[in-house]
């Protein structure tokens, strides 16, 4: 992610921080949120369910990422619409909230906010392009690979079958990726 632009550190600054446990919800898959929040510390998963309410890993975020779930926006479209959309703590975490339309309010007063912003926005369609591409073109091997390498703190704080189930495949085969790979 770009670095925050000095305007947005000095709001976060000022607004008090909301710590989260481990398992605790930053938003609730089947509610329609009005803010984001600014993960200061911890590690956070992003999840949708299926129609039978399994749960389904989309992205681990780590210090100095934005969380964002399903939200209201201008006029108060929602990102996401109907779908569930869920964001948990996997390990002690503090964030700040900010809200859509503050956060809207920024980007049309500050230009270097609303170039960051910007910004953000094309990294993240990246990452999501990244990662489609990454589940059609690379192994799951290969992605545990990357995926450790990104997050090492994963394999101290997350289950396993929270693991496997980001990289789309059973806890079976990932341990017998693990096991390929020495256990790492």
Known sequence: MPAL????????????????????LLFAPDAVATHVWFLRRGLVRVFTLDAAGNEFNHDFLGD????????????????????ALGAAALRPSAAVRVGIAELDDWRGRDPE?????????MQ?????????????????????????GRHPELLNTVPLREIAAWLAITPVALSRIRRR???R
Do not use: H, M, N
């Not at 993240?124 to 450790?148: H, K, N, W």
């Open 124 to 148: 993240l369609t990246a990452a999501r392009y990244g990662r489609e591409a990454d589940l059609a073109q690379r192994s799951a091997e290969q992605r545990y690979v990357e995926l450790i």
């Open 5 to 24: 632009p000095k305007s947005i550190e000095q709001q976060l600054a000022t607004r008090p921080v909301e710590t989260f446990a481990p398992g605790e």
């Open 64 to 83: 100095g990422e934005w969380v964002v779930g399903r939200v209201a926006w201008r006029a108060l479209d929602v990102c996401c619409a109907e779908r």
């Open 181 to 183: 790979l020495g256990a």
């Open 113 to 121: 906010i609303a170039a960051y912003l910007v910004d953000t926005l």
